[in-house]
């Protein structure tokens, strides 16, 4: 495994089975907390992980469930797994999860003021805390691990500025307010594109949700107030692929977009030539690391903060270059398996 899964600490993170990570057990992230126990051998003391995530039915956020429950089944690690993308039923599986006793917690969240409570109510509990790319500022976390979404920012940036062709209005639909991954992807955007695109104009726009209806409705409502527009960068497949739609129903097949994530429904429309651009992300190695730091902290070491290099860019050319047998993709990232389960229909 290369720079891809490298951590600041110069832990290597082991790859996880493709199958697990096409197989997502839920189709969303109940509220109520689920145990997931491994069938492994009990050789050692066993660790209780609550793990706190948004809504399992992003897939890369289902990956990090995945990874995570792969690498429990060796390491004597029983998960316990709830949350939500809505802030209320969120803060309610924590304190579920927190009120079990768990051994360890885990958690990203979409709103880190509205979450705060739980995280600090463990905080009390003494139970160590792991934060997954967005934190709870006002609380004690034991160790933290975070994407380089700056990386990737300026990976789409240089992206963008090439494909409107070195001018011209360039809209960015932004992800939710405080959550600390959307300042460094716009920032690490801006920055590529004050350098690559000097004669761009950046339109920043802040959808009403961050699925793919809002990312159509905002979408159309930008092309009406900006008809130059030439670009669309999106933080999130989901608004990518709903600004894709908007596109198409402006009659501006024109206009270049640009996602995020590298769901496969975002790497299918890649293949169909109506999204242009997006960063692949295999969520299955934050799950993994997970695992290992809750080990490490439930044994009362100290697990020094991780950041997983930026993701693979994704582009027409390099899915044709893949499904037409010229290229096997990165050796050390599974786009190539991915991109031909999307272009099976993301079965």
């Known amino acids: 495994m290369m720079n891809l899964y490298r951590v600041a600490q110069g832990r290597r993170l082991r790859p996880v089975s493709l199958g697990l990570l096409a197989a997502l057990l839920l189709g969303a992230c109940a509220a109520t907390p689920q145990a997931s126990s491994s069938s492994a051998p009990d050789t050692g003391a ?30 004597n690690v029983d998960i316990m797994q709830g949350g939500a993308t809505d802030t209320a039923q969120w803060v309610s599986a924590c304190d579920s999860i927190v009120n079990a006793n768990v051994d360890v917690i885990a958690y990203d969240t ?9 995280i600090l109510r463990a905080n009390e509990r003494q139970i160590p805390i792991i934060c997954l790319m967005s934190c709870v500022l ?4 034991d160790t933290f691990l ?24 360039v809209g960015l639909l932004l992800g939710p307010p405080g959550e600390q991954g959307t300042a460094a992807w716009v920032d690490g ?25 809002a990312g159509f409705e905002t979408t159309l409502t930008a092309l009406r107030g900006h008809p130059e527009m030439k670009g669309m960068y999106a933080l999130f497949d989901d608004l990518a692929l709903g ?13 270049v ?5 590298g769901v496969c429904d975002a790497l299918k429309s890649i293949i169909d030539g109506d999204l242009d651009f997006t960063i692949y ?27 997983l290099q930026a993701g693979t860019p994704v582009s027409k050319q390099i899915v044709d270059d893949i499904l037409s047998g010229k290229s096997d993709g990165p050796a050390d990232v599974p786009l190539k398996p991915a991109v031909e389960r999307a272009a099976s229909g993301c079965k």
């Open 189 to 213: 955007f801006k920055s590529a594109m004050a350098d690559k695109c000097p004669k761009c104009d950046i339109v920043e726009i802040a959808p009403t949700g961050y699925d793919r209806n």
């Open 281 to 307: 992300l295999p969520g299955a190695p934050f799950g993994e690391w997970i695992v290992e730091a809750a080990k490490d902290l439930r044994g009362g070491s100290k697990v020094e903060d991780g950041t």
């Open 243 to 255: 600004a894709v739609k908007a596109a198409k129903q402006a009659d501006r097949s024109d206009l």
């Open 138 to 141: 006002d609380a004690k976390n």
């Open 146 to 169: 975070t994407l380089d979404y700056r990386g990737n920012g300026v990976k789409i940036g240089e992206w963008m500025a090439e494909a409107v062709g070195g001018e011209g209005q």
């Open 257 to 261: 977009i640009a996602g995020h994530d």
């Open 46 to 75: 066993r660790v209780r992980l609550g793990l706190v995530l948004p809504d399992l039915s992003n897939e890369t956020i289902g990956e990090v469930y995945e990874g995570a429950k792969a690498a429990a089944g060796a390491a």
């Open 110 to 118: 979409l709103d880190p003021a509205g979450t705060k409570a739980c």
